[in-house]
């Protein structure tokens, strides 16, 4: 079973809507796929409810409550975990432990950016981390590639020690399909491929091990 953390100290940076775009993308490959929501607002919860009735279900975990790890199938093929806003390394070494992977988001300002230098500075002190025997990736999520704001922040994340992986553009879809408890990858027309093809960077690079 590969493991998935997507995480970030930083609130409102988009951890939920990549949780559950992923989680779709791997439930639409025929994977059983287990979504960890870790946040108190359950948001992942209630798109994993909207989903239920669809093949590709997702099916959620209450990952607030102790001995959550009891609560997931032995035959779940993929995990992926929501971290919570406010988490920092040490938060998450429960998770960190297992991971096969972690996915940090990173909005274009510099908030953002700056209490993301924080949490990887926290990030890179965890043993398997500091091993290389767990892989973080950056992502830039709602970015508006066309603006210097976003492309001068891409700069930046460039320069840190860890890869960005991919760069996300900003979308409404989003908003609409987490309300539908569906995702970018249900879906095969002209107006969402280019969204899909952002994807495909961080896809491949979750692939790698």
Known sequence: MKTWLVACSKGGVGKTTIATQL?????LSGLRTVLVDADPQGSATRWCE??????????????????????????????????????MADDLDEV???????????????????ASVRFLESLGRHPRVRKGKLRVGLVGNRL???????????????????????????SQAYVVLTGLGKSLFDYHSAQVRDHQADWQPLLQWLQKD
């Open 96 to 114: 960190l432990e297992i991971a096969d992977a972690v996915v940090v988001p990173v909005q274009p300002s510099a908030l953002d950016i700056e």
């Open 23 to 27: 989680a779709a993308n791997a439930a």
């Open 144 to 170: 508006k590639p066309n603006t210097n704001a976003s492309q001068q922040a891409m700069e930046v994340l460039r320069c840190w020690p860890f890869p960005l992986v991919a760069q996300l553009r900003d």
């Open 50 to 87: 909207r989903r239920a009735g669809m093949a590709s279900a997702v099916l959620p975990v209450d990952g607030t409550r102790r001995a959550w790890r009891k609560r997931v199938p032995d035959d779940a093929q993929r995990l992926i975990v929501d971290a919570p806003a406010g988490a």
